[in-house]
């Protein structure tokens, strides 16, 4: 590489009467679009505009907040869950956008894959697949039994692979189309952790799938990432930040200082869907605040 690569490239200036100072931090982008000076419509690389996105487990949580970014870039919603998702459809509709609901039991693989066939006949082609849903059961290893292990990995792992399964033979079967497949994955996709034994197993299956089908896919138009989410501030964590012994030795751990919002797993999110990651394939991206990292 050259050492000019190196020097920071100016682009042209769009006039908009705002005299804003250049960008210093990613809050530039926020106070011009607080301003009405910016739309995702001048990033387009990081649009969603005109692409439906299925989302799993989209009721609360995680879920929820990749349903309001995608809203927020411009895409549609198809948000799956087990229960109503009536707050979900509210914050996509404050964000300007669409939002179909599926309530669906996704602890049977089988009836998940046949819930994304009617969906994509009776709706619409998808864009794009989140695999979001996911359940955890904590026992010390000794203890766990067979039925919780199995529950955990049906949802976690093999419903992600039939829904992955059925997205990329829908794709595949139009020539030309072009899918992205989003897997949430979890720091303990990385680490071994302590009384989830069955969540921590399909988490590394998540990590492993999710490279196998980027190297299969990747050159017929489907891209396959994930994101390995650290403490995120969600009803599955509640127990963990009500706990003050608990909470404060995780949040020292934490480079970042404080526990995740479900938005920075949404925004993310939106990056893995949008054209900017169209040359990514098998990446796993820790969205953790720094906790990986020490």
Wanted: glycine content about 10%.
């Amino acid at each position: 590489m050259s050492w000019r690569a190196t020097l920071p490239i100016r682009l042209p200036r769009r006039p908009t009467g705002c005299e804003d100072e250049p960008p210093r931090n990613g809050r530039f982008f926020e106070r011009r679009q607080a301003k009405g000076i910016m739309n995702v419509s001048d990033l387009p690389a990081f649009s969603l505009t005109g692409k439906r996105i299925l989302v799993t487990g989209a009721n609360t949580g995680i879920g929820q907040g990749i349903a309001a970014s995608i809203a927020r870039a411009g895409g549609q919603v198809v948000g799956v869950g087990r229960s109503a998702m009536n707050e979900t459809a509210e914050k996509v509709a404050a964000a300007s956008g669409s939002f179909e609901a599926v309530r669906i039991d996704l602890s049977d693989p089988a009836e998940a894959a046949a819930m994304l066939d009617r969906v994509w006949d009776e709706s619409g082609p998808l864009d794009g697949l989140v695999n979001n849903a996911g359940i955890i059961r904590r026992a010390d290893a000794v203890d766990l039994s067979e039925a919780d292990w199995d529950a955990v990995m049906d949802v976690n792992l093999k419903t992600v692979f039939r829904l992955s399964q059925g997205f990329a033979r829908r794709v595949l079967a139009e020539p030309g189309r072009r899918g992205k497949i989003v897997n949430i994955a979890s720091v303990l996709s990385f680490q071994g952790g302590i009384r989830v034994a069955s969540y921590t197993a399909s988490k590394h299956g998540v990590l492993g799938l999710t490279r196998l089908l980027a190297c299969e896919w990747a050159a017929k138009g489907v891209n396959v990432n994930g994101i390995a989410p650290g403490y995120i501030e969600t009803n599955n964590t509640e127990a963990l930040r009500a706990d003050p012994e608990r909470s404060a030795a995780i949040l020292a751990r934490i480079p970042a200082g404080r526990w995740g919002r479900p938005e920075d797993i949404g925004d993310a999110a939106v990056f893995l869907l949008a054209p900017a990651s169209d040359y990514m394939h098998g990446a796993v991206m820790p969205v953790d605040g720094g906790w990986l990292a020490r």
